[in-house]
């Protein structure tokens, strides 16, 4: 490995699911990346098993998606049901999502499934980057690079990295080395997770949301229909002992009723947590998942929590990297993410397990309208804090799609361009993106189209004529289905950022052909828009 910085890898340590989503996302942008993980081969633990669909849409822009979604079970569908009477009393539909994503359902796959089909894409996309038995001992930092001490079964080896990612968990050694410290409290509780091979379909047919959430103020229950098994999940009280094999079967039977067969296939028991890091960054070290943040995940708000850091923090990195923004650019992490696990994910998480032991009436983040609740639920309602006004908010409310503010993620819908259609998300997928709303036929006055990290495209339901000058820039928007979407007026500039959230929406004067989406650009990241060569 070559000690030119301009040629060192960003080192991530961790192999979770949080660590190899990031490092496909510096391999999507083109940034070499090196991958350490401590043990041999990857968990085998029964963990977290639901993927929401934001953590889809990351997946689908790393290209992994197809391989995850080959191993999972979808569903369109999370109940919420009682379990003294097994009755159902909210059902979150998310096919109401089609106006948002491509995606409008969410999926459950065991994390130890989960974890190999990362691998894999990730060893096809960065051959070699992946180094299994190599355990963090220390690190030192330069103004350059962190040298990474590294123990392994060869010996000690001392590898240099442009910056340092600790993806490595809730006793994460990078975040004691940095000082951070960890705030929040460890529940006495714990949760008892166990996987179950029973015919629920055929032999003794239930007809169980495949995510359902038995509330219940003695012992809720999470039933989870995986690709080849159930999984049950519910609490421990405090001090009380791990339950045999025999009581877990017992315990399976008292709510499902008799089977014929029924297999425990694996179990795990592990300590609830509400707790965050007080920095997230020091220096060339940052902290992602679970070192920043140990999120209770109820309502599969941990996991997926972990890959929103995953989808902040690499396009950054390729930017300052490729030198298309200064290295303030990276502040924004943290600033965007630790409200979103603070007062979102964790408090959301807090109340859903509130509302599960009935001990509240409302969660409160549920609606009356289902399009608010699928949008909450599926994490597409993360509105980040983009302009540091600390205006942000991951609830949405009503039956009806509102419309879309600065920071939201921006809806992914098809437009048609040139070259057939393109879906708003893949326009975005590495550059910034400004979407002019206006008529094609009037002449606006677009910007020059020369720049990498910065697009500029006109959508209408008008197509651009041939000789308007603008059809290599034209997206035409039949029915002016994706305008409305947005909710915002004629001759309005929304510009996209290569993560999909939308970083400001202001008037458009198509006649002054001034280059609004530049300046934003340059507030942004501190650089204008770099230029493609002449």
Not at 37 to 43: A, G
Not at 125 to 143: E, I, K, N, S
Not at 319 to 330: F, H, Q, Y
Request: hydrophobic content about 40%.
């Amino acid at each position: 490995m070559s000690d030119t910085t301009e040629q060192l890898p960003v080192g991530i340590v961790g192999a979770g699911p949080v660590g190899l989503v990031t490092a496909l996302g510096l391999a999507h942008y083109g940034v070499p990346v090196v991958v350490f993980e401590e043990d041999e081969r990857l968990s085998l633990d029964t963990k977290a098993g639901t993927v929401l669909t934001r953590t889809l849409e990351v997946l689908h822009r790393y290209g992994a998606l197809d391989d995850v979604l080959a191993g999972s079970l979808r569903i369109d569908e999370i109940g919420e049901l009682d379990r003294a009477t097994n009755t159902q009393t909210l059902s979150v539909r998310t096919g109401d999502l089609t106006e948002d994503t491509r995606f409008p359902f969410i999926i459950n796959i065991p994390q130890h499934e989960l974890e190999p089909i990362l691998r894999q894409r990730l060893d096809a996309t960065a051959p070699g980057a992946l180094h299994m038995g190599h355990r963090l001992l220390d690190f030192v930092q330069h103004p350059d690079r962190v040298d990474l001490r590294l123990r392994t079964a060869e010996g000690e080896r001392t590898v240099p990295v442009r910056y340092l990612l600790a993806c490595d968990g809730g006793r994460s050694v990078v975040r004691e080395q940095i000082g951070a410290v960890v705030e929040g409290e460890t529940y006495q509780e714990r949760y008892m997770l166990v996987d179950l091979k029973v015919d629920l379909d055929v032999e003794n047919p239930r007809d169980y949301p495949y995510l359902a959430y038995f509330g219940d103020p003695k012992e809720w229950m999470i039933l989870v229909r995986q690709p080849h098994c159930w999984r049950f999940l519910y609490p421990l009280p405090a001090g009380q002992a791990e339950p045999s094999r025999e009581e877990l079967v017992d315990k399976a039977r008292r709510f499902i009723g008799n089977t014929k067969t029924l297999e425990i296939v694996g179990t795990n028991i592990y300590n609830v947590h509400q707790r965050v890091a007080d920095r997230w960054q020091d220096g060339r070290v940052f902290l992602l998942g679970d070192a920043a943040h140990l999120i209770t995940p109820m309502w599969a708000l941990g996991l997926n929590t972990g890959v929103l850091d995953a989808s902040n923090l690499p396009w950054r990195m390729a930017w300052v990297l490729r030198g298309w923004a200064e290295e303030s650019l990276l502040d924004g992490y943290q600033v965007e993410q630790e409200p979103v696990a603070t007062k979102g994910s964790a408090s959301m998480a807090a109340a859903a397990r509130a509302y599960m032991a009935r001990r509240a009436d409302d969660p409160g983040v549920m609606t009356a309208g289902n399009w608010g609740n699928a949008f909450t639920r599926a994490m597409l309602g993360v509105r980040l804090d983009v302009d540091g006004t600390g205006d942000w908010s991951m609830v949405a409310a009503g039956d009806e799609p509102l419309p879309v503010l600065a920071g939201a993620r921006s809806p992914d819908l098809p437009l048609f361009g040139q070259s057939g259609t393109v879906h708003l998300h893949d326009l975005v997928a590495d550059a910034f993106v400004a979407l002019y709303f206006t008529d094609p036929r009037r002449g606006p006055a677009l910007p020059p189209q020369n720049s990498p990290a910065l697009r500029h495209h006109v959508v209408s339901r008008w197509d651009a004529p041939h000789d308007s000058g603008l059809r290599d820039r034209a997206l035409f928007d039949p029915g002016d289905r994706v305008r409305r979407r947005f909710g915002v007026a004629d001759d309005t500039l929304v510009l996209v950022r290569p993560d999909g959230h939308v970083a400001a929406i202001v008037p458009f004067d198509p006649a002054t052909g001034v280059d609004t989406a530049a300046q934003l650009y340059a507030r942004i990241t501190g650089c204008p828009p770099p230029r493609d060569p002449a």
